[in-house]
C-alpha cells in the first residue's frame, strides 16, 4: 500500500539550515504536505505543493520536489529554538489513498540554542 | 473561529470501563477524521465522515472502537471495553470537503490513558 517515509530525529543550531526528507511511494499522489506538531498540540499545516511543481517558498521554509524520485523535502532558513517541533510529512490524491491523507511518522526536529 | 474542539483533553480510567471522546469540527467543514497517535504506530487514520455519513472506517481497530457523526458539528469515538493498549492521544481533524487539496485542521487531541 502507499507509505511515507521520513527519519525521525534531526538536530541543527540556532541559525543554520534545517533539512528534512520524506519519501513517498505512491507516483500518483496530487498533494504534498508539511504539518508542524508543537508539544501538546495536534498537527497543523505548514506547507503544500501541488505535484506539478518543483519548489516552493514560503519566508523562511522552502519545500523541494522531486517527482521522480518521489522525494519532498522541507528546507527551514535560520532556524530557531522556536522551530523545535515534530513536523510531518504527507501525501494525497493518490490512487491508493484516494481521499485519505496519508501521513509519516514523523521527524522531531531539535534546535541547539 | 475557535478551530477544531475536542473533549477531554485528559482521560484517565481503568481497564474495563468506557470511553467517549468528543470533537465538534470548524463550523462549515462537511468532512471529519478521527486519529490516533502512538510512539510506536505514529498517525493512524481510524475514520472519516463526510456530510456526517461514514467513508472509510477500515483503520478502526476492532469492534471496540466505534464512531458517530449524529450532526454537523459534532462526533464522538467510543471505546468500550477499553484496554492499556488503547492508551494514546486521539486526534479529531475537519476540512472542508474530501478532495486531495483540502486542508485537514487538527484539534489539540485528546491523552488518553488505560490504566
Known amino acids: 500500500g502507499e507509505d511515507v517515509e521520513q527519519s525521525l530525529f534531526l538536530s541543527v543550531r540556532e541559525g543554520d539550515s534545517s533539512v528534512i526528507n520524506c519519501t513517498y511511494t505512491d507516483s500518483s499522489s496530487t498533494y504534498l504536505y508539511w504539518y508542524k506538531q508543537e508539544p501538546g498540540a495536534g498537527l497543523q499545516l505548514l506547507t503544500y505543493i501541488f505535484s506539478n511543481m518543483d519548489m516552493k517558498q514560503d519566508q523562511r521554509l522552502t519545500v523541494l520536489l522531486n517527482k521522480k524520485d518521489k522525494h519532498l523535502s522541507l528546507r527551514i532558513a535560520d532556524t530557531q529554538t522556536g522551530d523545535s517541533a515534530i513536523y510531518f510529512c504527507?501525501?494525497?490524491?493518490?490512487?491508493?489513498?484516494?481521499?485519505?491523507?496519508?501521513f509519516g511518522a514523523g521527524t522531531r526536529l531539535f534546535v541547539k540554542a | 473561529d475557535a478551530g477544531v474542539i475536542q473533549s477531554p483533553r485528559h482521560e484517565v480510567t481503568e481497564m474495563g470501563q468506557e470511553v467517549t471522546l468528543r470533537c465538534k469540527p470548524i463550523s462549515g467543514h462537511n468532512s471529519l477524521f478521527w486519529y490516533r497517535q502512538t510512539m510506536m504506530r505514529g498517525l493512524e487514520l481510524l475514520i472519516y465522515?463526510?456530510?456526517?455519513?461514514?467513508?472509510?472506517d477500515s483503520g478502526m481497530p476492532e469492534d471496540r472502537f466505534s464512531a458517530k457523526m449524529p450532526n454537523a458539528s459534532f462526533s464522538t469515538l467510543k471505546i468500550q471495553p477499553s484496554e492499556p493498549r488503547d492508551s494514546a492521544v486521539y486526534f479529531c481533524?475537519?476540512?472542508?470537503?474530501?478532495?486531495?487539496?483540502?486542508?485537514?485542521?487538527f484539534g489539540p487531541g485528546t491523552r488518553l490513558l488505560v490504566l
Open positions: 465522515f463526510n456530510n456526517n455519513v461514514p467513508i472509510d
Open positions: 481533524a475537519s476540512s472542508w470537503g474530501l478532495a486531495s487539496q483540502e486542508t485537514q485542521y
Open positions: 504527507a501525501e494525497s490524491g493518490g490512487n491508493t489513498g484516494g481521499f485519505k491523507t496519508i
